[in-house]
Every structure is written in C-alpha cells, then in structure tokens.
C-alpha cells in the first residue's frame, strides 16, 4: 500500500507503462495493481466522510448564524460547492496555489488537494442537509425543553440533535452513496485511484476486463456502505418523529 | 401568598395581542381562563412562561420579579441566573404535548430532574415511577410516545412538568388536542391535582369542567380581561354582553 500517508503519488498511466513494458500482464498482476487503486479509493472516501461530516455541522451553524456577513458568505461557499462541477473543485484546489499565488506545487500536495476537494465539496452538501433536518424539528420541541430548563447547549445535543440525526439519514445516505461513486474524479489530478487505474490498465491491455473488476468493487462497496446505512438507520427506528 | 402576580402586561406582534392585562395567582388557587380564539390566552401563557418577551409590564413569581418596566416604559428582565431560578417556579403543559419521541415515556420525565436539577438516576425514577402511577401509566413506562394515545400522552406531559415540582402548573387547552373520548381522563387528573391543592392556570374550551375545577374563571376578548369572578357567577351569570355572546354558543 504505497500511498498510504500521503507518500509519493506517481502518474498512474506512467506507472502501469513502467511496470510492464508494453507487454501483456496477468489476471493477478492487474489484480494488484487495481487493489491498490481500490484502497486509495477507499481511503479517499473513509477521509472524506472523517472531515466532511463534522464540517457540515460548522458550516450549518455558519449557514444559520444570526450574523448577516458570517450568514451570506456561508450561503455564496455552499452555492459555489453545489453550482459547480466536482471535478472543476478539484483542479482548482489542487492548481489553484500555483496559478494564482504561484505556490510551487510538490507531488505530495496532489492527494492532500484531492482530500480538501472533497472535503469542502461534501461538507457544503452535508450543510444543506443538517440545516433541513434541524429546520424540520417542531419548534415545540425547544419550546419544551425551554420550559423544562434546558439550556440551549443541552436542548440541541440531547434533544435536537438525535432527532434530526434520524430524519436526516435517509439522505446521508444518498451523499455517501454517491461519494463512492464520486471518488474516481480523483483522477482529473491524476490520483491512481480505481477508476484511472482501470482505464490505464484497460488501454495498455487492450481489455475491457479491468472495467468489470471495477464495476465489481464499486457495487461491492456500494453494497457494504448501503448494508451498515441500514444498519444505522434501523438502530433509529425505535421511535417515530410525529 | 401569591405565587404569580402579573402587572399591566402588554404584548404585540403586528398588532397589539395583550392589552394591558393584571392577574394574581394565589398559592394552591386554580384559575381559569376562557375566551373566544385569537383573544390572546395562549399567548397570555406563554408570556408568562417566558416563551414570548412582553413589551412592557412585570410578572412576579413568588415575590421575584422576573421582569419589572422602567419609568421609560420598556420591560426589562432579570439576569438569566435569576431566571433560570425563576423558572423552577412554574411549568406548561402544552395543547399537542411536546414530548420528547426519542426518548421513553420514564426517561421523559427523568431527563429533565437529571440533566437539569442534577438529581441522581436512582432519585430520579423513583420520581419517574411515582408519578406514572399516579396517572395509571405504569405499564407504560418503556413506551415511547408514538406508541401511546394522545390521552395517554398528555398524561406523560403532565406528570413530566410535575416531575420538577413547580410552584404553579399552566395548561394550554390540555385536551384540545384528544379525540372527545379521550377528554375525560385528562379532566379527570387536572381534578385530582385541584383537589391537592395545586396551583394551576388552566386555558380551556370546557365551559362546565372550567366551572367545575376554577375557583376563578377569568373571560378575555380582544387582548383585555372583559369579566372575572367566581365560576358561578362568570359562566352562569354573566355580566357583561361580550361574554354572554360566548358563552351562549356553547350547550350549557
Ligand atoms: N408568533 C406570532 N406572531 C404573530 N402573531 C401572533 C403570534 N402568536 C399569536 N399571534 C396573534 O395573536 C393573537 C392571539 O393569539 P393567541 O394564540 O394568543 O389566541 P388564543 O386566545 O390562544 O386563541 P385560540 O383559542 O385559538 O388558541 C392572534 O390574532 C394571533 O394571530
Ligand atoms: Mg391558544
């Protein structure tokens, strides 16, 4: 697992070309070459969701604030993150330093460029569904804990938060569905991912069959996340929100 | 002893809801407060439970101002220290219940002794348990919300403001909420709690159960106090036009 820890990334083209020469590798030689492409893949996703999802709650809050330039300029970060594509975020995170500041950019930063990417790009959409779900609590409910005598930092940890946990799931879910899938744009910065590793493998081989093993890991993943969502939201399905 | 004193209390949304309105609760006195809709009740209630900020007036609870108005005329309330002692004094009981539906029905009640009044779990359920039996719930005691009736819920949300032993207990039309067969057993537990004494305020459509239970039946219209008394005279006898034109639509 060479890329673990921000090591050293090569060009994934470069490095499948370097390996075999021009000649025609095995079914276990691709193989390898394309579990290391999933375990970047994966730890693209596992970092992103680590980062991405407690950011969402500071961007909501940011979204929600009661101050109008924290607000708006929330709103125009959020808008920016859903209005343009995925992909365009990443050159720009990852070029941005140099083009604009003139930063020399080293090889190292190319993984780090794809984290933040994503990072900011999934915490805005995380934002959006937070502040539906907070937004969707009865305000009777704060009005109860109020009465009782909750503070405001008690009433959202211990009586809005579970609850808006619960009805936001269902749509987490979707995001993280799709933050699988979303993982092969990596390769717009040439991150030897999955998905780039199957296409350079795919066009040094001349075979279609890297494609099918990696329709198979992202179903397989796929199904894996799906099956623990699950098992998250049933562990919610104690009690309906009325 | 007056547990609630309110004074000149004004409020506005838009326009003005509250028109200058004084009351006094005395200890162990059950008052009731009747009116046509939009006359301002609920939002009387929730002034004086501090949901809604008043414009100008004062309401003393126990002797402590929560908010008193400067000679300027603006209110002005006391530290949030002090309110949240002030607060201790009373609790709401609201029309659709506002419970927790994360939480089961005994863990309703004993959160807030804990999480507020730092009481320890044992002391807390024993709480918990004493008032679910008082209102004959306590097989329901691992339920959660969505698995009970809205009589039933109700009866949770009293016990859950009783838990925290307030001086006085507010009621915003408690069973509005409840299909008419279910009425009955929320009448019948805000009966009980009169007949020990508890101080109470209760905001009701029932005419013949508010003249039942109030030992003061107090009639608004329009933001203001049109006519108060004794339940007798105030629901059988009444004086004035406004409040005869209610209570005429209701079967006496
Ligand atoms: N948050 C608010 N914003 C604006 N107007 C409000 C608000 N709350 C209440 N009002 C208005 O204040 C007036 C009194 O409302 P309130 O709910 O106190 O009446 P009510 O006597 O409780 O009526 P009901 O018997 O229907 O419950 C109404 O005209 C209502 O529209
Ligand atoms: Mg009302």
Known sequence: MGYVGHGSVPCPVEFVIKLNGGALVELSVMLSILSKGMLLSVE?????????????????????????????????????????????QLMVVYFGPNLIFGIKISNEYRFTAVIIGFVINYAAYFAEIYRSGIESIPVGQYEAAKVLGYNKFQTFMKIILPQVIKRILPAVTNEVITLIKDTSLAYVISIPEMFSQAKALASSQNTLVPYAIAGVFYYIFNYIVAYIMEWIENKFSYYKIS | ?????????????????????????????????????????STLLRCATMLETIDSGEIIYMNEHAVRTNPDGKAVYASPKELRRIQRYFGLVFQNFNLFPHYSVIKNITDPLITVQKKSKNEAMEIG????????????????????????QQRVSIARALALNPKILFF??????????????????????????????????????????????????????????NPEDVINNPKNERTKAFLNRFER
């Open chain 1, 44 to 88: 693209i996703f596992v970092l992103t969701l680590l980062f991405s999802i407690p950011l969402g709650f500071v961007v909501t809050f940011g979204r929600m604030s009661k101050n109008f330039i924290i607000r708006n300029l929330v709103k125009i970060y959020i808008s920016i993150m859903r209005g343009t594509p995925l992909m365009l």
């Open chain 2, 1 to 41: 002893m007056n547990i609630l004193e309110i004074k000149n209390l004004k409020k506005s949304f838009d326009t003005e809801v509250i028109k200058d309105i004084s009351l006094t609760v005395e200890e162990g006195k059950v008052v009731g407060i009747i009116g046509p809709s939009g006359s301002g009740k």
């Open chain 2, 129 to 152: 348990r004493r008032l679910l039996e008082k209102m004959g719930l306590s097989d329901k005691e691992h339920a959660y919300p969505c698995q009970l009736s809205g009589g039933q």
């Open chain 2, 172 to 229: 915003d039309e408690p069973t509005s909420a409840l299909d008419p067969e279910l009425t009955g057993e929320i009448l019948k537990v805000i009966r009980d709690l009169a007949q020990e004494h508890m101080t109470m305020v209760i905001v009701t459509h029932e005419m013949s159960f508010a003249r039942d239970v109030a030992d003061h039946i107090i009639f608004m219209d329009g933001g203001v106090i049109v006519e108060q008394g």
